[in-house]
């Protein structure tokens, strides 16, 4: 396991922080997010210190995605929520306020929850070709 000594989420995995942990294997740990946005909000790290998805090499990924469906499945038993969000903030631009790779599972109980992730969209900005266009830019940068 890589750490940075001064990061929140690598302080929590070494014990030297409390949280209500949920899971732990050899490479991956979740807890509850203090802010608890709505009642069972986790997040699932990885115990290698990655900043963020651009850091985070396939291996690392794969165990961290790997683990999220039985987690959410876990909270889906526990509280029975009519649905679940999985995101994750890249950036401050993002609202990544942890530097450290972290998967948010958050609850979804009804419209009123207190979680709203409804973004403007821009159907009618792009038409067919311009959509190709950009599949083709950022297929281009895949190695």
């Avoid at 450290?100 to 969209?121: C, E, Q, S």
């Amino acid at each position: 396991m890589t750490t940075i000594q001064n990061c929140l989420f690598c302080n929590i995995i070494q014990g030297n922080i409390p949280a209500a942990k949920v899971y732990e294997d050899e490479d991956v740990f979740a807890f509850l997010d203090i802010s608890q946005v709505t009642k069972g909000h986790t997040l699932v790290i990885p115990k290698t210190h990655t900043e963020n998805i651009y850091q985070t090499s396939e291996d690392v990924a794969s165990q961290v995605f790997a683990r999220v469906p039985r987690i959410a499945n876990a909270i889906k038993q526990a509280f029975h929520p009519a649905g679940i969000n999985i995101l994750s903030n890249t950036g401050e631009a993002a609202g990544q306020s942890v530097f450290h790779l972290h998967i948010h599972l958050i609850p979804r109980y009804d419209h009123t929850d207190g979680f709203n992730a409804k973004w403007v969209t821009h159907n009618d900005d792009y038409d067919t070709n311009q959509l190709a266009h950009i599949a083709s830019d950022i297929a281009a940068h895949l190695n």
